[in-house]
């Protein structure tokens, strides 16, 4: 069992940045792939960026350009970047690895992201 705990989340202004952290608790863990997803009230959860074992990215195209989301195997952690926050960002974001099988299998209890106009 890995549990992923994310952090970083908080209360900023359009325009704004903000940097998710989501660390797994076991050491040398290495999934296909890490990623971030969010839900926002009243909305399905999307997927918003994907980093895979050999650093391969890919990104929703609404964050395109603003998200960066990258690995330090290592730290057996993964990271978002967020800048030039819009208030549509607001949600709930969620980092969750990929096994090799390609499901998601384990995911954080989630981070409160929250962009003011």
């Known amino acids: 069992q890995v549990q992923l705990v994310e952090s970083g989340g908080g209360l900023v202004q359009a325009g704004g940045s903000l940097r998710l952290s989501c660390a797994a608790s076991r050491s040398g863990f290495r999934p296909y792939a890490m990623a971030w997803h969010r839900q926002a009230p009243g909305k399905q959860r999307e997927l918003v960026a994907h980093i895979t074992d050999n650093g391969s990215t890919s990104y929703a195209d609404s964050v395109k350009g603003r998200f960066t989301i990258s690995r330090d195997n290592a730290r057996n952690t993964v990271y978002l970047q967020m800048n030039s926050l819009k208030p549509e960002d607001t949600a709930v974001y969620y980092c969750?690895?990929?096994?090799?099988?390609?499901?998601?299998?384990?995911w954080g209890q989630g981070t409160q992201v929250t962009v003011s106009s």
């Open positions: 969750a690895s990929q096994g090799w099988d390609l499901r998601f299998q384990y």
